[in-house]
């Protein structure tokens, strides 16, 4: 297995954690005024949040070596997992009026994320170091 495998399977398993943070607060926000319903019925936040994966995966395609050298150190993975599945969640848990939107935008951003690992592991999308080649 390659580094960059190693790599990616890490990262899913942070996102894996960070989901779920996530889905604990979408469970007691169901319970509070907003509900379900409210967190995933309109599908703009769900939108955000896959443009917004795939535009931070772009970037650190774009400029790997600033990826790479931000990524390995460990309290940007662990603070980033954190910030997603611990401290965003409990500020959507502690401030009902922007929980449906802020989780939504969670749950897209890591559902984007998911499908572009599942794209790349899969074939179906190019390997990211590969998107600014020169041909």
Same mark, same amino acid.
């Given at each position: ?6 790599? %990616? +399977? @890490?990262?899913?398993? $942070?996102?894996?954690?960070? /989901? *779920? &943070? #996530?889905?604990?607060? !979408?469970?007691? =926000? ?41 990524? %390995? +150190? @460990?309290?940007?993975? $662990?603070?980033?997992?954190? /910030? *997603? &599945? #611990?401290?965003?969640? !409990?500020?959507? =848990? ?42």
């Amino acid at each position: 297995m390659t580094d960059d495998e190693l790599s %990616r +399977r @890490r990262d899913v398993g $942070l996102a894996a954690v960070a /989901a *779920v &943070g #996530v889905c604990g607060a !979408a469970a007691v =926000v169901a319970d509070t005024a907003t509900g379900v319903v409210a967190l995933l019925g309109r599908p703009g936040p769900l939108v955000v949040g896959v443009v917004g994966a795939f535009l931070l995966e772009l970037g650190f395609a774009r400029f790997p070596r600033l990826g790479r050298r931000a990524w %390995r +150190r @460990r309290e940007i993975r $662990l603070g980033g997992t954190a /910030a *997603v &599945g #611990v401290v965003l969640p !409990a500020v959507a =848990v502690s401030a009902p009026t922007v929980a449906a939107p802020l989780l939504a935008t969670l749950v897209g951003g890591l559902a984007g994320y998911a499908a572009l690992f599942v794209g790349i592991t899969s074939g179906l999308v190019p390997d990211p170091g590969t998107w600014f080649e020169r041909a």
